[in-house]
């Protein structure tokens, strides 16, 4: 099983709302990332952990606070975001640590955030 | 740093070949090809190993120059569903950072019947 979930799929929010993402695997793979898409533009990465803890933060904006709270779920709590945070967000998941070699990544099906 | 992708964008008809290339600036680590097909998550078909070392679906073939640091997809026969934006992605090698997949612009392939 090469699934990873992620809820909600669809997300509609204000600039003054709080709101978080979800994202699950059961891999048992221990690096997980966020992602922002935005139409017709690749995949940038926002963060990773690895083992549960917070390895990469790609200088994202403090409105953006993610959070592992075991090996198999990853959110991302949203509060105060602006119109152009409106983006499909990704999750993905790696088998071992995100710094060795070749390690494929299997993502979610996204969540469509808009910001009004 | 990103990875040029090479076309934009390519039409096919059913049956024809097409091949995707990708280089980078710097030296690899892996090089990841992935296919998104329109409103759905990119999904996973080739990595490509420093060392020549390869794994992905069967049905697909890539080459990785370690030298050149470039790589390029090939796709034979192409069938309807090989429709979708193709996207590199580049673990570069640099020391004592964290890695990460680097995505280049992306290929947009559409195959006709």
């Known amino acids: 099983d090469t699934e990873v979930t992620q809820t909600p799929k669809h997300l509609v929010m204000g600039m003054t709302n709080k709101k978080s993402l979800k994202c699950e695997q059961h891999?048992?793979?221990?690096?997980m990332y966020w992602y922002k898409q935005k139409a017709k533009k690749p995949p940038e990465l926002m963060f990773v952990y690895s083992y549960e803890k917070l390895s990469i933060n790609e200088s994202v904006p403090s409105r953006f606070s993610p959070e592992c709270p075991n090996s198999s779920l990853l959110n991302l709590h949203l509060h105060a975001l602006q119109p152009e945070d409106s983006a499909l967000y990704l999750c993905?998941?790696?088998?071992?640590?995100?710094f060795g070699p070749g390690r494929e990544q299997y993502f979610g099906p996204g969540t469509r955030l808009t910001v009004t | 740093q990103q990875p040029v992708q090479s076309p934009q964008a390519v039409i096919l008809r059913e049956g024809e070949d097409a091949v995707i290339n990708c280089s980078s600036s710097?030296?690899?680590?892996?090089v990841h090809w992935y296919r998104q097909k329109h409103g759905e998550a990119p999904v996973f078909l080739m990595i490509l190993l420093k060392g020549g070392e390869q794994k992905g679906h069967e049905k697909i073939s890539a080459s990785f120059n370690e030298k050149k640091q470039q790589s390029s997809l090939y796709l034979t026969a192409s069938q309807l569903s090989y429709s979708g934006t193709y996207f590199c992605?580049?673990?570069?090698?640099?020391?004592?950072?964290?890695?990460?997949?680097?995505f280049g612009s992306g290929t947009q392939l559409t195959v006709l019947p």
């Open positions: 993905a998941s790696s088998q071992g640590s995100p």
């Open positions: 891999m048992g793979h221990r690096a």
């Open positions: 710097k030296a690899l680590y892996s």
């Open positions: 992605g580049t673990d570069v090698i640099s020391s004592g950072s964290a890695r990460q997949l680097t």
